[in-house]
């Protein structure tokens, strides 16, 4: 059985870091790409980043380019994202997913986590 399980979302201060993680099993991690997606209330999921099955190729959101770092380790089949300079317009549900490529369109994924809550205060 396919799972994708995020954590390390919290309540964090403007200006902040956080540091999540995506933890994989029930499919072949090091084939797969994987992206970052937020979703804040009243609005579309959107992309943040991707990163590629080798971890080669990264790809990130206008809005996060500079402040947010994606990677993966690859033996412990799990994918990061660290988040530096947080905004209070950060503040989503983050989730990741799993693709064949890398990609910025939610349409391209085949498997997604639940989700963790990051919430930025001003």
């Known amino acids: 059985q396919v799972q994708l399980v995020e954590s390390g979302g919290g309540l964090v201060q403007a200006g902040g870091s956080l540091r999540l993680s995506c933890g994989a099993s029930?499919?072949?991690?090091?084939?797969?790409?994987v992206g970052w997606f937020r979703q804040a209330p009243g609005k579309e999921r959107e992309f943040v980043a991707a990163?590629?099955?080798?971890?080669?190729?990264?790809d990130y959101a206008d809005s996060v380019k500079g402040r947010f770092t994606i990677d993966r380790d690859n033996a412990k089949k799990t994918v990061y994202l660290q988040m530096n300079a947080l905004k209070p317009e950060d503040t989503a549900i983050y989730y990741c997913?799993?693709?064949?490529?890398?990609?910025?369109?939610?349409?391209?994924?085949?498997?997604w986590g639940q989700g963790t809550q990051v919430t930025v205060s001003s």
């Open positions: 997913a799993a693709s064949r490529g890398t990609s910025p369109y939610t349409r391209d994924y085949d498997y």
């Open positions: 029930g499919y072949r991690f090091s084939l797969y790409g």
């Open positions: 990163i590629s099955s080798s971890g080669i190729s990264t």
